[in-house]
């Protein structure tokens, strides 16, 4: 069993920057991970992928985010992260975390981003 923990977010005004984070924790050193994703839920929306990051060190992201979003692997394992800057009132949402494994997909609890002014 792997457990995703998420932390970072907050409230922000419009042009800052946040910095996620995403450890995990329980059997994720014993399987192997093909990759990392971010996603978020806005309120009143569906859950949209912002980025992710395959093992290989590729990484993708939404139209919304690019130039703006980098997702990282931490020098461990298990964490990841997303560095938000120039953010925006659209960013508002809830950030999950998602590990790919070769075994199955795992899910944060998430972690609330609010843009406001």
């Known amino acids: 069993q792997v457990q995703l923990v998420e932390s970072g977010g907050g409230l922000v005004q419009p042009g800052g920057s946040l910095r996620l984070s995403c450890a995990a924790s329980?059997?994720?050193?014993?399987?192997?991970?093909?990759?990392w994703r971010w996603y978020r839920q806005p309120p009143g929306k569906e859950r949209e992928l912002v980025a992710d990051?395959?093992?290989?060190?590729?990484?993708n992201y939404a139209d919304s985010v690019k130039g703006r979003f980098t997702i990282s692997r931490g020098n461990a394992k298990n964490t990841v992260y997303l560095q938000m800057n120039s953010l925006k009132l659209e960013d508002t949402a809830m950030y999950y975390c998602?590990?790919?494994?070769?075994?199955?997909?795992?899910w944060g609890q998430g972690t609330q981003v609010t843009v406001s002014s």
């Open positions: 329980g059997s994720i050193f014993s399987i192997n991970i093909m990759g």
């Open positions: 990051i395959s093992r290989d060190g590729s990484t």
């Open positions: 998602n590990v790919v494994t070769s075994i199955a997909g795992y």
